[in-house]
């Protein structure tokens, strides 16, 4: 049965590849990075996943890498030991694996990917994530992650930090209230019926708490490389956003649609 299942994995790996092969060689872009950076539920997520999915190109969400890494402290039960003596968390990235397989995370080989959006790894995360051992665990996954070029990347980081020669630098920003309207509307649609929700200023405030955290902590604070494009997705659509991206990108690698 397991060898059934391997089969299938590596088969359905195998037409993946294949099929973002092919689109790559379709549309003949180059194999180039595009580095996506910007405050939270700026809409990076979605444009990147759907770039990336226009240019045949590898999507990695590198928050994803920041939660997974939150969630093994948690499950370790050493938070607080880190927070009195943040070099406990040395032992914790001693062996860690993360992967991706298609928008399936994998932590140490167990998916991981609805475990990662829980309340209490969103609010950790934020404290693991100025954590320089951890910055340069992950940093060195993406780069090897990146190295090969033809990947969206999105983070706070990464034009300035992890790829600062990416060919195609982004910078998404909008205003905290639409960001918390945003955010609503992700919630309402995920939860059940019923459940009690956070109001849109309570999520705005935590929004904005969120911006200043990543903006003022000391080791690869959130900001825009100089030669980054910035887009204010405010009052664009997502549609919008995603061809404006599409756009740079093919002019970026000097190529147009066959
Ligand atoms: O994109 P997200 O909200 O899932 O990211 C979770 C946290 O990870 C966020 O608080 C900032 C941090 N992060 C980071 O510090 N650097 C990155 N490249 C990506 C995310």
């Known amino acids: 049965m397991e060898k059934a299942n391997n089969f299938y994995k590596i088969q359905n790996e195998f037409a993946y590849k294949f099929t973002r092969l092919s689109r790559t060689q379709k549309i003949g872009i180059k194999r180039i990075i595009i580095a996506i950076d910007g405050p939270a539920a700026s809409g990076k997520s979605t444009t990147a996943r759907r770039v990336a999915l226009r240019l045949g190109y590898t999507y990695i969400d590198t928050g994803a890498m920041y939660r997974a890494v939150t969630l093994k402290a948690l499950l370790a039960g050493v938070l607080d030991d880190v927070r009195r003596e943040p070099e406990h968390i040395a032992v914790l990235l001693q062996n860690i694996t993360i992967h991706f397989e298609g928008d399936s995370v994998f932590l140490d080989g167990q998916d991981v990917t609805a475990a990662i959006r829980d309340n209490r ?42 790829f600062p020669d990416a060919e195609l630098k982004i910078f998404l920003v909008a205003d ?18 019923g459940s009690t929700l956070p109001d849109i200023e309570q999520l705005e405030e935590e929004i904005k708490q969120r911006d200043r955290d990543d903006e003022e902590r000391q080791h690869a604070p959130l900001k825009k490389h100089p030669d980054a494009h910035e887009i204010d997705t405010s009052q664009l659509t997502i549609e919008q956003q995603v061809e404006m991206v599409y756009s740079l990108a093919l002019q970026t690698s000097g190529n147009v649609k066959l």
């Open 176 to 193: 905290a209230r639409e960001r918390a309207k945003r955010r609503y509307a992700e919630l309402i649609a995920k939860s059940p019926k």
């Open 121 to 162: 790894v969103s609010r950790e995360v934020s404290f693991i994530s100025s954590l320089k051992p951890v910055r340069d665990t992950l940093m060195q996954m993406q780069q090897a992650l990146g190295q090969q070029g033809s990947v969206v990347m999105d983070g706070r980081d990464i034009g300035t930090v992890v």
